[in-house]
């Protein structure tokens, strides 16, 4: 069992940075797959990123790319995002995931969840 805790979401302003942690507890997160997603009011929840166990792989949502970038430090079991040049539209609760398989987009392919932080992107 993994246990995953979200810090680093807030308030900022359009065109500011944030960078989003995922501490993993109860096992280490070094075989896992791990991912990004986010949750607007009112939409379903959305890929943002994902990372190979190794680092040396990582995919990126149209919306974010290019933007944001996904890191993982195995060896403080936590997973990054860093997120640049913000926007409104990137305002939502924002979730790590733990995946036993491969990169992928989809929520399903994720055993383990945290409980979220807000990012909040005022214009």
């Known amino acids: 069992q993994v246990q995953l805790v979200e810090s680093g979401g807030g308030l900022v302003q359009a065109g500011g940075s944030l960078r989003l942690s995922c501490a993993a507890s109860g096992r280490t997160l070094s075989s896992y797959v791990m991912g990004w997603f986010r949750q607007a009011p009112g939409k379903e929840r959305e890929f943002v990123a994902a990372i190979n166990w190794s680092g040396g792989s990582t995919n990126y949502a149209d919306s974010v790319k290019g933007r944001s970038t996904i890191s993982r430090d195995n060896a403080k079991n936590t997973v990054y995002l860093q997120m640049n040049t913000l926007k409104p539209e990137d305002t939502a609760v924002y979730y790590c995931?733990?995946?036993?398989?491969?990169?992928?987009?989809?929520?399903?392919?994720?055993?383990?969840w945290g409980q979220g932080t807000q990012v909040t992107v005022s214009s």
């Open positions: 995931a733990a995946g036993n398989s491969y990169v992928s987009v989809v929520v399903g392919a994720y055993n383990y």
